[in-house]
């Protein structure tokens, strides 16, 4: 026997599954149908990364034990090819993204190979293939019809190194993504998909789904629907006290949205956001105008997410002149602007209640503001008919005013409320906001999504402008609209696309009136291709439709699919949305993408820091795969560590690993001598294989991993220390290693002389009998309490046990001499008796 070679091993078994097609996925198969799914990787020129493996692997054990199940597995890839990095790549080379893209995809697609995953190649899609984005751009020809994509200014991030516009996903710590230099605000005509309207039906779906628990929050969070009240609150000018008049109504009044009207009568000021209208329309009443402005253009240097950081010291400047009338009592109190109060979150204007919430009462001590508390925590001063409204209460209440250490922010009792005194919160929301004829709204987290990228390497949007006739789609039957060939892919100096400085593309005729008429120049951003690429797969070759409905019918919905945590919030909203939209128009037939969804943990540097080119600890798997093998590096990320959490690359473990697969081989030698050894003879081995062959099974279905392989690894040191080893139990074994590490398996399958690769046999099936735990522990109790325990072979009848239990010493001791009345037994259990 040759030494474990596995450079060679490897080559010659993946070209061979390419060849006999065995990991291929047969549409309409009478077999039950199995869709796993990865995340297609981005091509980037750096090429596949440790993570990639992780997450792979984990899904191709699952792929290939289920079709060991005898189930018709699709398990696909492609690439999530448009995108920035590219884009960059091709602008400092003057290279054809194209051309940059094919290269990279080819780089990937070769080291997928060299890693024996098990995707159906012949269903390998890319989103930048016109054949593919035409699909994508009729989706979003839908979402106009259905009027789910609108134009708006909206401010975008400014790169003013890069003169190029960035969605919030492509700036890092207020910096551009691109180039690392600072952005700034500004506004610009965008197209945004109205996924706000799918907030409700997002997070009901989230209730059909198996998705992991952190996962569903994340994403319910995300969504973040807030039940609460609009309040108005009426505006006057400080010095004459009058209502200011104005022609415009919604000069009068500042309206909120709180989730606590309960608070109402703790409301001692009111702050809106710097971009409030108010500002603007009040200018020739507001004493401290230029004050204000200057705060107003200090913010536009803020992110939402800075702005909101609840650790940065708040600030805020108050609107000198004005003031606002409480409508719960009456009274007036000062109206503030302050960078904490977003624009883009309910009306742009809160009623301030620092004694309830913290941000409020950081605000109010810092500048002074009063704090009255309006709710005490119910224990504290449980209600009793005697004090309930009554004068003790009062009397603690303002002994306890004014020195409040922090903001109480719970639900509880009203107190200093007026005759809401003794409200418990939930009721006081409903009173108090029909006192003061306010209305209940629902609110979400959630923001539309901005679908406009000023950028080349995107799919064009299929619209045209026309002067008469607006914004006209482009017909169905004439996508996809390509992407033109173009000198430059650097972005304009106004800003826009590159694609509108060619002039010849830009300049077409109106499809409804056939007069001159103008493309839009933005592309889709990166989220798009990835929205729906799940469907494709399906049908990857459709010329009539982004997929077959029977076949749909077929697959649809993704059974499972892993990824990482990163995509919790985009990816698989932004995919979610779409599936849900296409189910609508009666394009797909399920409403939910993806049946269950789970997630890897990274994996981090030997430091246990993030991977990282700066920080040169970075493990490029193709070296691994060099020096130790495919198999060694598929194995060793599943044994590394739970799979769900962050584990640290270690050299000691991947040698391991790689010394486990050598034993194995060698193993083989010694055991294919005696591979007809009489089967009695193993007898213990045959029971740990059994108990192997379950935990590796229910590890593989809960991805415990990592258990997984440490069992395989206990069951092969068994077979080094026993004298005889049937052919049987070794090739059991061998199936059970074949998912992890498919080429070795192949190969020491192939020495056995068999003519079918390893990966089209059965799962092997355990037996229960030989599992089955052969003594049982039972407890005994006299009357109820338990008075010993006795060991016995589970054959044991219950005539022969009860018999056995009355003679124990113990047990004579506590009857004294009784009869028992009764004796129960709960089999394997418990002997009950009673007296
Ligand atoms: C008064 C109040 C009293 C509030 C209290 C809270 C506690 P969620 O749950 O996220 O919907 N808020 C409203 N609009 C805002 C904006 N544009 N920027 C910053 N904060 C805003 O939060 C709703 C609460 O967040 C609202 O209820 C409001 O403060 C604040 F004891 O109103 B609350
Ligand atoms: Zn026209």
């Not at 914004?471 to 609209?481: A, G, R, S």
Request: hydrophobic share 35%.
């Amino acid at each position: 026997m040759p030494k474990y070679n596995h450079e060679k091993i490897e080559k010659k078994w993946w070209k061979k599954w390419a060849k006999e097609k065995i990991y291929e996925a047969k549409d309409f198969d009478p077999r039950p149908k199995f869709y796993s799914l990865v995340e297609f990787p981005y091509p980037s020129g750096d090429g596949l990364h440790t993570g990639h493996v992780r997450g792979y692997t984990a899904m191709d054990i699952i792929s290939r034990k289920r079709r060991m199940d005898g189930m018709n597995v699709l398990y696909p890839i492609g690439w999530d090819a448009f995108g920035l990095p590219t884009e960059n790549f091709a602008i400092k080379n003057h290279i054809h993204p194209k051309i940059v893209t094919k290269k990279n995809t080819d780089t990937f697609r070769k080291q997928l190979q060299s890693l024996g995953f098990s995707f159906d190649w012949s269903r390998e899609i890319n989103t930048t293939d016109p054949e593919y984005y035409r699909w994508t751009q009729w989706i979003f020809l839908q979402l106009c019809k259905h009027g789910l994509a609108y134009k708006k200014k909206m401010p975008i991030n400014w790169c003013l190194s890069c003169k190029i516009g960035l969605a919030n996903e492509e700036v890092l710590d207020g910096r551009c993504e691109r180039c690392g230099s600072g952005t700034e605000k500004r506004d610009k005509e965008q197209w945004i998909l109205a996924i706000t309207k799918y907030a409700d039906k997002l997070l009901a779906g989230l209730k059909e789904v198996d998705y992991l628990e952190k996962i569903k929050i994340q994403q319910a969070n995300w969504i973040g629907r807030s039940l609460g009240s609009l309040i108005k609150f009426g505006i006057v000018e400080h010095s004459n006290k009058m209502q200011i008049n104005s022609n415009k109504d919604s000069n009068n009044y500042i309206e909120v949205f709180t989730t606590r009207p309960d608070t109402l009568f703790g409301a001692t000021y009111m702050v809106v956001a710097p971009e409030h209208p108010i500002i603007l329309n009040l200018k020739s009443k507001i004493l401290n105008y230029k004050e204000i402005e200057q705060y107003v253009i200090n913010t536009r240097k803020r992110s939402d997410l800075e702005r909101t950081d609840l650790t940065r010291e708040k600030t805020g400047v108050e609107l000198k002149g004005i003031r606002a009338i409480n409508p719960a009592n009456g009274e007036e109190i000062p109206v503030w602007v302050a960078d904490y109060v977003l624009a883009t979150y309910g009306t742009g204007a809160i009623m301030a209640v620092p004694a309830h919430d913290e941000r409020d009462f950081e605000f109010a001590k810092k500048y002074n503001l009063p704090i009255i508390e309006v709710i005490k925590k119910e224990t504290e001063f449980p209600l009793t008919p005697f004090n309930k409204g009554g004068t003790d209460l009062d009397l603690l209440i303002k002994g306890g005013r004014g020195d409040l250490g922090e903001a109480y922010t719970g639900v509880g009792v009203l107190v200093n409320s007026g005759k809401f005194d003794g409200l418990d919160s939930g009721q006081a929301k409903k009173e108090i906001t029909k006192f003061v004829h306010g209305e209940t709204k629902v609110n979400y987290h959630l923001r539309d999504w901005i679908f406009s990228r000023q950028h080349y390497w995107g799919e064009p949007i299929p619209l045209v402008f026309c002067e008469k006739c607006g914004t006209v789609p482009v017909p169905e039957e004439d996508l996809p609209v390509e992407l033109p060939n173009v000198k430059n892919y650097e972005p304009t100096d106004t800003g826009e696309s590159p694609l509108a400085a060619m002039t010849k593309w830009v300049n077409t005729k109106c499809p409804q009136c056939g007069g001159s008429a103008k493309r839009e120049t933005d592309t889709m951003p990166n989220w798009a291709g990835s929205s729906w690429y799940f469907l494709r797969y399906i049908d990857p070759k459709n010329k009539k439709a982004l997929a077959d409905m029977k076949k749909l019918e077929y697959w649809a919905p993704v059974d499972w699919y892993n990824g990482g945590m990163e995509h919790t919030t985009l990816h698989l909203l932004y995919s979610r949305f779409w599936n849900k939209f296409l189910f609508d128009i009666g394009a797909i037939p399920n409403s939910e993408p993806y049946q269950k969804r789970t997630s890897h943990g990274m994996v981090l540097g030997a430091g246990g820091e993030k991977m990282s080119k700066s920080k040169g600890n970075v493990i490029n798997p193709d070296k691994v795969v060099q020096e130790f093998g495919a198999d060694t590096l598929r194995l060793y990320e599943m044994f590394m560590g739970p799979f769900d959490q962050a584990i640290p690359w270690d050299e000691k473990g991947l040698t391991g690993c790689y010394r486990f697969l050598t034993r194995v081989w060698e193993g083989s030698t010694r055991i294919s001598r005696e591979l007809n050894a009489n089967k009695n003879a193993n007898k213990d081995l045959e029971r740990l294989l059994h108990k192997t062959i379950k935990k590796v099974g229910e590890d593989i279905d809960s991805m415990a991993f990592n258990t997984a392989v440490s069992a395989l690894m206990i069951l092969s040191n068994e077979f080094n220390k026993a004298e005889i080893l049937s052919q049987d139990i070794w090739e059991k074994f061998l199936i059970l290693l074949a998912p992890f590490a498919p080429f070795v398996t192949d190969e020491l399958w192939s020495n056995l002389g068999k003519k079918k690769s390893i990966h089209l046999e059965p799962w092997p099936k355990f037996d229960f009998n030989l599992i089955r735990a052969e003594k049982a522990d039972i407890v005994i109790q006299v009357n109820g309490k338990v008075r010993d325990i006795i060991v016995i072979e589970i054959k044991t009848s219950e005539e022969e046990l009860k018999k056995m239990v009355l003679e124990r010493e113990k047990v004579k001791q506590w009857l004294a001499g009784r009869e028992p009345k009764k004796i129960i037994y709960i089999k394997g259990r418990l002997v009950s008796i009673v007296v």
